[in-house]
């Protein structure tokens, strides 16, 4: 099977991330709002042939951290790792590499 890269916005895995504001630091929630901006413009171009960002703050623990979705339609982890898998993506590294982006990208917004 081949896909026409990239693909359009509603074939798109939507990857929903939220951050908690206390990963940066004793006054996150004054500043959390400001680093998803600053993090989905950084983030913005990582598989963007075939994945949709979303940098949101984490205020509703009830909600998962990461939330995959495509066609407006929730995807559970099985789904979203076999929609990774047709570009050739594992999950578990896919979320890995994100979760260390968004490392370096705290560490920047600290200006560190």
Not at 38 to 58: C, M, N, Q, Y
Request: with cysteine; aromatic share 10%; hydrophobic share 35%.
């Amino acid at each position: 099977m081949t896909l026409e890269l990239p693909l359009p916005l509603y074939k798109k895995l939507t990857v929903t991330f939220r951050v908690e504001p206390g990963c940066l630091g004793p006054d996150g929630a004054d500043h959390i709002e400001k680093f998803c901006k600053f993090a989905k413009k950084e983030v913005a171009g990582l598989d963007s042939d075939f994945v949709r960002w979303v940098i949101t703050p984490r205020y509703d623990k009830s909600l998962p951290e990461t939330e995959y979705k495509t066609n407006n339609k929730l995807l559970d982890h099985d789904k979203a790792e076999k929609y990774l898998h047709v570009f050739g993506k594992e999950l578990d590294d896919f979320e890995e590499n994100l979760q260390d982006k968004l490392s370096i990208l705290i560490d920047e917004f600290h200006g560190r």
